[in-house]
């Protein structure tokens, strides 16, 4: 069971990308061109974050039954990495998309719907970047 949940956490981390890429790249189109907000671009946003709640469900379950995360060994880097390092940086990104679609919802005008996509979803989406522990880091990970 543990090893189909890393699976799907580590297959869903494209599906996070796409979307978060595809949000964040037309939110700026968008804002830059002063075009309407529109029912596909709520929809967008609306999904990218219903995707990154489904990998904070998926991390939190996984926070309590992986052996990789353990507060006793601190030390080593591995360990570290994914008991602070990645869950932390992570929940921030989760949170920062959260804010960025409330804001948005909130906004009045269609410029600052999509400001405030674009300045969240950027953010979260360089902290996920660093955060993601990627192959060549070391971490004895997979690319899917
Ligand atoms: C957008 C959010 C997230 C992304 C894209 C992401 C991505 C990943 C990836 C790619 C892996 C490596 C899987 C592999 O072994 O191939 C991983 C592992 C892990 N993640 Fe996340 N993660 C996210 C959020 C979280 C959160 C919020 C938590 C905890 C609060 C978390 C906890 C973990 C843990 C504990 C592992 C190690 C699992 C194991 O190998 O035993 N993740 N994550």
Do not use: C
Not at 64 to 69: A, I, L, Q
Not at 108 to 123: G, M, N, P, T, W
Request: charged letters at 15%.
């Amino acid at each position: 069971m543990l090893n189909g949940l890393v699976h799907a956490h580590s297959g869903l981390r494209w599906v996070v990308l796409l979307l978060l890429i595809s949000a964040t790249f037309k939110a700026l189109m968008k804002w830059r061109s002063n075009a309407p907000y529109t029912e596909g671009d709520r929809k967008l946003n609306l999904f990218t974050m219903i995707f990154m709640h489904v990998q904070l469900l998926l991390g939190l379950t996984l926070f309590f039954m992986s052996e990789r995360v353990d507060f006793s060994q601190m030390g080593k880097a591995a360990f570290r990495f994914f008991t602070v390092e990645h869950s932390v940086m992570m929940l921030l990104a989760i949170a920062l998309v959260t804010i960025g679609y409330s804001k948005s919802k909130k906004a009045k005008e269609d410029a600052q719907k999509f400001r405030s996509v674009f300045i969240y979803y950027l953010l979260a989406l360089i902290l996920i970047l660093v955060a993601i522990p990627w192959p060549f880091r070391g971490f004895g990970t997979q690319w899917f």
